[in-house]
């Protein structure tokens, strides 16, 4: 593919502040990672409801659906893989530009390719939420019959079986999605947004967020470590 050249970019008057006061809320992505039936789609989706009711403008990109248009000529290679995270960020920055609370919804197994995917936003704008649950309890789960197809060999390069999750080694927020309850998880979610102060542009509505230095990101413990 040739690449393009001879662009320049355009300013545009109408910015994202502007938007953001309009709607009264600050926009951000969060990224929803885990493996396939850890609850991402579930989890997005049902945040994106509590939000909306808080008047909030939000978008899940879910990965199945995007799957059908926008990467529908990508297989799930390592190189495809990554393409397929590289378009869908990009996809996720445009939303955050126009002031809407982005969600993605993507099994996004691959370090590298988060750590790129945030790389492109705009620090304290990339929220990484790690869903986790056992692969025992996806795969008993099972919720689209994969794990069975993937364990019958039916189904390649399949994440967790024949192909790896490389879990975050430093989310901003770790849920439980495994064992806790749906409304529980949302319920995290929606309060980790409300102490970043990100559903009000009043900074008088914050609450305290603990910095830890070395990640110089805020981050709202909830004792996970890493394996
Ligand atoms: N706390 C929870 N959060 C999310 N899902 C949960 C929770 N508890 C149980 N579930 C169930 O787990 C399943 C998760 O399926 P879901 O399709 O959301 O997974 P996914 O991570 O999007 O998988 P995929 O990567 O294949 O799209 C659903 O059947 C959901 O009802
Ligand atoms: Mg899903």
Redesign the pocket.
């Known amino acids: 593919m040739t690449k393009s050249t001879n662009t320049i970019w355009h300013n545009a008057t109408v910015t994202r502040t502007h938007r953001e006061r309009l709607n009264s809320h600050r926009s951000a992505v969060l990224w929803f990672t885990?493996?396939?039936?850890?609850?991402?789609?579930?989890?997005a989706h049902a945040v994106e409801d509590r939000l909306h009711q808080l008047n909030c403008r939000t978008y899940v990109l879910d990965?199945?659906n995007i799957r059908h248009g926008l990467c529908s000529d990508l297989g799930f290679s390592v190189a495809d893989r990554s393409e397929n995270i590289r378009r869908i960020s990009e996809a996720a920055k445009l939303l955050v530009e126009s002031g809407v609370i982005a969600m993605t919804?993507?099994?996004s197994p691959f370090h590298t390719d988060r750590q790129r995917a945030r790389g492109i936003f705009p620090h304290g704008d990339f929220i990484e939420i790690f869903?986790q649950a056992s692969l025992e309890v996806c795969e008993q789960?099972d919720?689209?019959g994969?794990y069975r197809r993937a364990r019958a060999g039916e189904v390649k390069e399949f994440t967790g079986i024949s192909s790896p999750y490389e879990a975050p080694l430093a989310p901003e927020l770790v849920v439980s999605?495994g064992e806790?309850?749906?409304d529980?998880?949302v319920a995290r979610v929606v309060e980790y947004l409300q102490c970043r102060n990100i559903l009000s542009i009043n900074p008088e509505q914050a609450c305290v967020v603990e910095v830890d230095d070395s990640q110089e990101r805020p981050v709202i413990s909830s004792g996970y470590s890493p394996e």
């Not at 885990?34 to 989890?43: C, D, E, M």
Request: aromatic share 4%; net charge positive; with cysteine.
């Open positions: 885990g493996l396939s039936g850890s609850g991402k789609s579930t989890l990965g199945d919804a993507f099994i869903c789960r919720v689209k994969l999605t806790c309850l749906l529980d998880c």
